[in-house]
């Protein structure tokens, strides 16, 4: 059965800062790239981050540029987010995806497989 599994979540003060994992088993993820995406209550889950199969490219969102790093080790089947100088507004639950293409994925259908979310809170 593949399951991706994300950990680390919690509450953070403005400012602070979190490091997100996903753990991938059931198959390896090592030749997909991989994505982590956010929804906030009342809104749309959103892209924050993607990263291409080999880690050579990555994409963020606008809203996260420059505060926020995507990683991946393939070695242990698992994609990082790093997340600093955290805002209010990154309050959501934050998914990690895996995509059927090899490259960068900007788009949810894109992703074929999907962890149960992690609680970010960045209280001010």
């Known amino acids: 059965q593949v399951q991706l599994a994300e950990s680390g979540g919690g509450l953070v003060q403005a400012g602070g800062s979190l490091r997100l994992s996903c753990a991938a088993s059931?198959?390896?993820?090592?030749?997909?790239?991989m994505g982590w995406f956010r929804q906030a209550p009342g809104k749309e889950r959103e892209i924050v981050a993607g990263i291409s199969w080999s880690g050579g490219s990555t994409y963020y969102a606008d809203s996260v540029k420059g505060r926020f790093t995507i990683s991946r080790d393939n070695a242990k089947n698992t994609v990082y987010l790093q997340m600093n100088s955290l805002k209010p507004e990154d309050t959501a639950v934050y998914y990690c995806a895996a995509s059927t293409m090899r490259a960068v994925a900007y788009y949810s259908y894109q992703y074929n497989y999907w962890g149960q979310g992690t609680q970010v809170t960045v209280s001010s």
């Open positions: 059931g198959r390896t993820f090592s030749n997909n790239a």
